[in-house]
């Protein structure tokens, strides 16, 4: 590579860097994007005739409901994930917290059917949703398994992925907390895949952005025992470079063809 074709290539990095701070780095959005998301909340629960309100959501319990929601390939539109399944999560983090056991959750909030699965928020199915892949995916046993394992935790996912930075060198420690989080929720036979494109993507919003300042930093403050790891997530910014963010094929397809007309050589 020529001194012509570094150029074009850091070029191209300022710009996905550049995208990459309009994306997470507006920090005045932060109480609007925390607000709309229990707005969101409330308005599902209601439906059900709930009687719990959005507001007694901790940061934890956000936490823990990103991570359900997250880990999950749906294929469909970002607004139907976050408007249709966010508010389910959000409710079974909030039971789990206040004692429900995670059998009891499960067995009252997703449904089996012959091709796949249904999230309800309450029994009758006025709020729900159907994920076409859950059969394939095994997602009731993924949610049982890290619900399971939570219990160990305080049931907190935050309190998880404290425990698994606390001692991990800092070369390598958010490597070394995906493995615990794919493990957490995917792993079986203590086999880890390293480029689990949902897994990365997650703890990448634990790092950094809105998810990171509204809600991971505040839940910091429950558990000061945590020193050392409490240290780097406090200032996670020089760490950020040990984040991998595989690509599916659209995104490869979309750098080929950045590559093709703006690094590659001409044939």
């Known amino acids: 590579m020529d001194a012509k074709e570094k150029e074009k290539l850091f070029r191209l990095w300022k710009f996905f860097a550049w995208m990459d701070d309009a994306r997470q780095g507006l920090k005045e959005n932060d109480r609007w994007i925390d607000k709309w998301h229990r707005c969101v909340i409330n308005k599902a629960w209601k439906l059900c005739d709930l009687n719990d309100d959005a507001d007694d959501l901790t940061s934890a319990d956000m936490v823990l409901a990103h991570w359900l929601t997250y880990i999950f390939d749906y294929q469909m539109p970002t607004e ?12 079974m983090a909030f039971r789990y917290r206040k004692g429900d056991t995670y059998t009891k959750i499960i067995d009252e909030h997703i449904f089996q059917r012959d091709n796949n699965f ?3 928020l309450c029994k009758k199915g006025e709020f729900s949703f159907k994920h ?15 619900l399971k394992e939570l219990e160990g935790y305080g049931r907190s996912l935050v309190a998880f992925m404290l425990e698994k930075s606390n001692n991990a060198a800092e070369h390598e420690w958010v490597r070394t907390l995906y493995g615990e989080l794919y493990t957490l929720t995917y792993g079986v036979n203590g086999e880890i895949y390293w480029w689990h494109k949902r897994c990365w993507s997650a703890l990448r919003d634990y790092l950094k952005g809105p998810m990171y300042r509204i809600y991971v930093c505040d839940a910091l403050k429950e558990f000061k025992s945590y020193r050392s790891a409490i240290e780097k997530w406090s200032n996670p910014e020089p760490y950020l470079y040990q984040l991998e963010l595989p690509g599916d094929i659209w995104n490869t397809e979309f750098f080929n063809r950045i590559y093709d007309d703006f690094i ?3 044939h």
């Open 80 to 91: 139907d994930v976050w408007n249709k399944i966010f508010p389910i999560m959000a409710y």
């Open 118 to 120: 249904e999230f309800r």
């Open 132 to 146: 076409r892949f859950g059969g394939k995916h095994g997602l009731n046993r993924m949610v049982k398994k890290t």
């Open 264 to 266: 590659a050589p001409p």
